[in-house]
């Protein structure tokens, strides 16, 4: 950072109760008041480069010693003593850090050049021109220190100057970068990487507040010259900087904001929230949701949420399962999932996806692949908050029938989710898991979860039977198609063969009336035969498997009711009427 000095006398300014004044052989013959503090100076200096004193003091009479007042000085006692150190001659250091109240306070005192050849004004100005609009990090630092006077500093041009000398180097080629900036990113180590990052300045910018940070990034824009993309990186780099964004086990945090503080924190999401390019894709998916996670909890007006709610699920299928995982602003104190936020989102993406369906075209492929990742997303998802204690069934499955079958090919994860929530909630009734394992289909299932499933003894019994009767309709289908196909290609073989041929050697298209009849009976009477002795097969194999199913369910509710404290007491006649009673009702299944 640069800075310029002026003046070579050793300071020599003191306070002594409440009054600063200087070490100096001559009486002080002026009294100014700046707010609550008093000064003793001198006239000779002082109004020697001061238009505005040798104007007031020139009202008053010399032998009257009433103090001049000053209460609306920018800068306070700090910037006029700057000015009255200046006029003395004493050493003094003029920054980027105490540019903006030197200045103010000089135009005030009226230090021009029309009062005294290289007065305080001149030399600030020069200074401004020379040192700071040139330098990145001095323009910056002055930019910042306008936020304590505003008015002043539009008036005097600063503000406009500062934007513009860094909107002019943010639009210089990364290549022709040459000035100091600041670059923390995770993973950036600038000795490895030579070449300068495109989004290089936007940690640096991050540091003004909201209105000042939405000029120079509207004015940015408005040039076209950088991609939305990086536009949408300072939004999220200055988000991360300002915004109080929440995690499961840090939800507390934000409970200790005040109105103040949400205030502030308002204003900021929605300013962010309006910056945001219309491209798509110029901002993350888990970026959308972070802003949405905490527009409830801040207050946010129902326009800017609504816009989140949009611009996130036009990018769902985008996010990752970390970019979901936000805790519910009903229950800070807990760890407890916002499932409604993400059912919102959901829901939002079903209806665009539906809307632009209707009239996809080419586009079907992407459309499809989209929704199936939103299916694989959720399913992760639900894999994660399975874990949560607090997690109710109706909440589970209201987010699992959410996802239309469409975008759930397979029922793999989602069994996985569900067998999760099952070993964590033990206590759920025979109702709750049957209606939570009720919206699994055996046949979206891969033969390996079947086999696993088959042996979960955290599932309900019904649906164990279910998927050993699926297995069993499979492999009895498989069975029956084999066995018809055979006679079939024997038949359609030698009915290749006998085909006559003309005397080319070409087969020929006219076949006699009685041949072909004959040959049609006999297929058909190959097929029904085949098609009998397979179903005789099948409903052997049926009565077996039912067999063995009811007495491993009596086994196991004779488990159950034994364990519960009931004694089982059953004669031999009615396990029989059950047997057979339940065997009925696998039959009527099968029917159906």
Same mark, same amino acid.
């Given at each position: 950072m640069k800075f310029m000095k002026l003046g070579t006398r050793s300071d020599t300014f003191y306070t002594e109760q409440a009054t600063r004044s200087l070490v100096s052989d001559i009486p002080p013959d002026l009294v100014m008041k700046i707010n609550d503090t008093t000064y003793l100076l001198h006239k000779s200096p002082l109004l020697r480069k001061c238009g505005l004193l040798q104007r007031l003091c020139s009202d008053t009479n010399d032998s009257e010693s009433v103090p001049l007042e000053l209460h609306d000085m920018p800068g306070g006692p700090d910037a006029f003593e700057l000015c009255a150190k200046f006029c003395y001659g004493v050493s003094i250091n003029i920054s980027a850090h105490n540019f903006v109240p030197a200045l103010c306070a000089s135009k005030l005192l009226q230090m021009n050049e029309s009062i005294e050849r290289g007065n305080f004004v001149g030399k600030l100005e020069s200074?401004?021109?020379?040192?700071?609009?040139?330098?990145?990090?001095?323009?910056?630092?002055?930019?910042?220190?306008?936020?304590?006077?505003?008015?002043?500093?539009?008036?005097?041009?600063?503000?406009?100057?500062?934007?513009?000398?860094?909107?002019?180097?943010?639009?210089?080629?990364?290549?022709?970068?040459?000035?100091?900036?600041?670059?923390?990113?995770?993973?950036?180590?600038?000795?490895?990487?030579?070449?300068?990052?495109?989004?290089?300045?936007?940690?640096?910018v991050s540091i003004l507040n909201i209105d000042l940070f939405r000029c120079i990034i509207m004015t940015i824009r408005s040039t076209h010259v950088l991609p939305p993309q990086l536009i949408g990186e300072a939004l999220h780099v200055y988000a991360c900087k300002w915004l109080p964004f929440i995690k499961v086990k840090s939800s507390g945090s934000s409970s200790s904001q005040t109105e103040e503080s949400k205030e502030k924190n308002r204003k900021v999401l929605e300013t962010i929230v309006s910056m945001i390019p219309a491209d798509k894709g110029s901002v993350s998916a888990g970026f959308l949701l972070r802003l949405l996670s905490i527009s409830s909890n801040l207050g946010v007006s129902t326009v800017t949420k609504t816009e989140l709610i949009k611009r996130a699920s036009i990018q769902f299928h985008e996010a990752n399962v970390s970019d979901l995982l936000y805790p519910s602003t009903s229950s800070l104190d807990q760890k407890f999932y916002d499932i409604e936020l993400i059912q919102v989102v959901l829901e939002s993406f079903l209806k665009f996806w539906k809307r632009i369906s209707t009239g996809a075209g080419d586009n079907k492929h992407y459309l499809l692949r989209s929704i199936t990742k939103v299916g694989k997303l959720i399913d992760s998802y639900l894999q994660v908050v399975a874990r949560d204690d607090n997690m109710t069934v109706s909440k589970f499955v209201a987010l699992v029938e959410a996802v239309p079958a469409i975008g759930r090919l397979e029922h793999d994860d989602l069994y996985q989710a569900i067998n999760i929530y099952l070993k964590v909630h033990p206590d759920l009734?025979?109702?709750?898991?049957?209606?939570?394992?009720?919206?699994?289909?055996?046949?979206?299932?891969?033969?390996?979860?079947?086999?696993?499933?088959?042996?979960?003894?955290?599932?309900?019994?019904?649906?164990?039977?279910?998927?050993?009767?699926?297995?069993?309709?499979?492999?009895?289908?498989?069975?029956?198609?084999?066995?018809?196909?055979?006679?079939?290609?024997?038949?359609?073989?030698?009915?290749?063969?006998?085909?006559?041929?003309?005397?080319?050697g070409k087969q020929s298209l006219g076949l006699d009336k009685e041949e072909f009849k004959r040959g049609e009976i006999t297929r058909?009477?190959?097929?029904?035969?085949?098609?009998?002795?397979?179903?005789?097969?099948?409903?052997?194999?049926?009565?077996?498997?039912?067999?063995?199913?009811?007495?491993?369910?009596?086994?196991?509710?004779?488990? %159950? %009711?034994?364990?519960?404290?009931?004694?089982?007491?059953?004669?031999?006649?009615?396990?029989?009427?059950?047997?057979?009673?339940?065997?009925?009702?696998?039959?009527s299944e099968k029917r159906r």
């Amino acid at each position: 950072m640069k800075f310029m000095k002026l003046g070579t006398r050793s300071d020599t300014f003191y306070t002594e109760q409440a009054t600063r004044s200087l070490v100096s052989d001559i009486p002080p013959d002026l009294v100014m008041k700046i707010n609550d503090t008093t000064y003793l100076l001198h006239k000779s200096p002082l109004l020697r480069k001061c238009g505005l004193l040798q104007r007031l003091c020139s009202d008053t009479n010399d032998s009257e010693s009433v103090p001049l007042e000053l209460h609306d000085m920018p800068g306070g006692p700090d910037a006029f003593e700057l000015c009255a150190k200046f006029c003395y001659g004493v050493s003094i250091n003029i920054s980027a850090h105490n540019f903006v109240p030197a200045l103010c306070a000089s135009k005030l005192l009226q230090m021009n050049e029309s009062i005294e050849r290289g007065n305080f004004v001149g030399k600030l100005e020069s200074f401004f021109s020379s040192c700071i609009l040139e330098g990145w990090k001095d323009s910056i630092s002055t930019l910042q220190a306008t936020d304590k006077l505003p008015e002043w500093s539009e008036n005097l041009g600063i503000i406009r100057k500062c934007i513009d000398s860094i909107i002019e180097k943010v639009l210089t080629p990364p290549s022709q970068v040459k000035w100091s900036y600041t670059y923390t990113r995770p993973g950036y180590n600038r000795k490895q990487h030579h070449s300068v990052p495109k989004d290089w300045w936007t940690e640096d910018v991050s540091i003004l507040n909201i209105d000042l940070f939405r000029c120079i990034i509207m004015t940015i824009r408005s040039t076209h010259v950088l991609p939305p993309q990086l536009i949408g990186e300072a939004l999220h780099v200055y988000a991360c900087k300002w915004l109080p964004f929440i995690k499961v086990k840090s939800s507390g945090s934000s409970s200790s904001q005040t109105e103040e503080s949400k205030e502030k924190n308002r204003k900021v999401l929605e300013t962010i929230v309006s910056m945001i390019p219309a491209d798509k894709g110029s901002v993350s998916a888990g970026f959308l949701l972070r802003l949405l996670s905490i527009s409830s909890n801040l207050g946010v007006s129902t326009v800017t949420k609504t816009e989140l709610i949009k611009r996130a699920s036009i990018q769902f299928h985008e996010a990752n399962v970390s970019d979901l995982l936000y805790p519910s602003t009903s229950s800070l104190d807990q760890k407890f999932y916002d499932i409604e936020l993400i059912q919102v989102v959901l829901e939002s993406f079903l209806k665009f996806w539906k809307r632009i369906s209707t009239g996809a075209g080419d586009n079907k492929h992407y459309l499809l692949r989209s929704i199936t990742k939103v299916g694989k997303l959720i399913d992760s998802y639900l894999q994660v908050v399975a874990r949560d204690d607090n997690m109710t069934v109706s909440k589970f499955v209201a987010l699992v029938e959410a996802v239309p079958a469409i975008g759930r090919l397979e029922h793999d994860d989602l069994y996985q989710a569900i067998n999760i929530y099952l070993k964590v909630h033990p206590d759920l009734n025979k109702s709750e898991k049957k209606r939570l394992c009720g919206i699994l289909e055996c046949q979206r299932l891969s033969s390996e979860v079947r086999a696993h499933a088959v042996t979960n003894d955290s599932l309900p019994l019904r649906t164990v039977v279910q998927l050993l009767y699926y297995e069993q309709e499979k492999d009895s289908n498989a069975a029956t198609s084999t066995k018809v196909q055979k006679p079939l290609e024997l038949l359609l073989g030698a009915k290749k063969r006998a085909e006559p041929r003309d005397s080319h050697g070409k087969q020929s298209l006219g076949l006699d009336k009685e041949e072909f009849k004959r040959g049609e009976i006999t297929r058909r009477a190959s097929l029904a035969e085949s098609r009998e002795k397979g179903q005789h097969k099948t409903k052997r194999l049926d009565d077996k498997l039912a067999l063995d199913l009811e007495k491993k369910m009596v086994i196991r509710e004779s488990k %159950e %009711e034994s364990m519960s404290g009931s004694k089982l007491n059953l004669d031999h006649k009615k396990m029989v009427q059950r047997t057979r009673s339940n065997k009925s009702e696998y039959g009527s299944e099968k029917r159906r």
